[in-house]
């Protein structure tokens, strides 16, 4: 009897799944990606005894760039969840009102 068996190293999901799962996966990278460049910019803000305030401020705006070209319809979310976090990081750290 001869049955048709699928190689093991091939996932058992149709194309169109396959294509969705991956770009789940890839959204996640991208994520995590932004989730670590944040968490660096963060650390570097509130722990660098050299940083100035104009370069804390070439920071985030360099991080936002960043986050706009990961996720270029997402500018929104950004001012919403990060941008306020960092403004308060750079008022704090360098006295500001």
Do not use: C, W
């Not at 699928?6 to 994520?31: C, H, L």
């Not at 990606?33 to 963060?42: A, D, E, F, G």
């Not at 509130?46 to 070439?58: G, K």
């Amino acid at each position: 009897m001869n049955i048709h068996r699928r190689p093991t190293n091939e996932p058992d999901f149709p194309i169109g799944e396959q294509q969705s799962v991956n770009e789940r996966e890839e959204e996640a990278r991208k994520i995590r990606r932004l989730q670590l460049m944040m968490s660096m910019v963060t650390s570097v803000i509130s722990q660098d005894p050299n940083l100035t305030l104009q370069e804390a401020s070439e920071l985030a705006a360099g991080a936002k760039r960043a986050a706009l070209a990961m996720f270029p319809d997402k500018e929104l979310a950004y001012d919403l969840l990060y941008k306020p976090r960092l403004q308060r990081l750079i008022r704090e750290r360098f006295r500001l009102q």
